[in-house]
């Protein structure tokens, strides 16, 4: 059975740095489309970034430049490296994951074209 498990939330203050880490288990993610996440209480989920099995990547405006997706085939893993975090960054963060072949590429950043998620890590930044 797909699996996705997130790590590395936590609580920080403004301007400070958190690593997440998305581990996938059950299946080879080397040719999917792999993404992040997030939501608050209330409101919808939207995309903060994604990568493509090929290495393309694409992020959201409001995460632009402050953080970097990555990702390493050989250990199922994929990273969100978050800097210069805002107190309006804060919210459970989910990864998720969906065949390359099967997502569109105008979508690559929304929630509803991924089919495998993750159940969330929480990121509270404190001003």
């Known amino acids: 059975q797909a699996q996705l498990l997130e790590s590395g939330g936590g609580s920080v203050q403004a301007g400070g740095s958190l690593r997440l880490s998305c581990v996938g288990s059950g299946y080879d993610y080397s040719d999917y489309c792999l993404g992040w996440f997030r939501q608050v209480p209330g409101k919808e989920r939207e995309g903060v970034a994604a990568i493509a099995s090929g290495g393309r990547t694409s992020y959201e405006n409001y995460v632009q430049g402050r953080f970097t997706v990555s990702r390493d085939n050989a250990k199922n893993t994929l990273y969100l490296q978050m800097n210069s975090l805002k107190p309006e960054d804060t919210a459970m963060y989910y990864c998720?994951?969906?065949?390359?072949?099967?997502?569109?590429?105008?979508?690559?950043?929304?929630?509803?074209?991924?089919?495998?998620w993750g159940q969330g890590t929480q990121v509270t930044v404190s001003s």
């Open positions: 998720a994951a969906r065949p390359c072949q099967l997502l569109r590429s105008v979508a690559f950043l929304k929630p509803t074209e991924y089919d495998t």
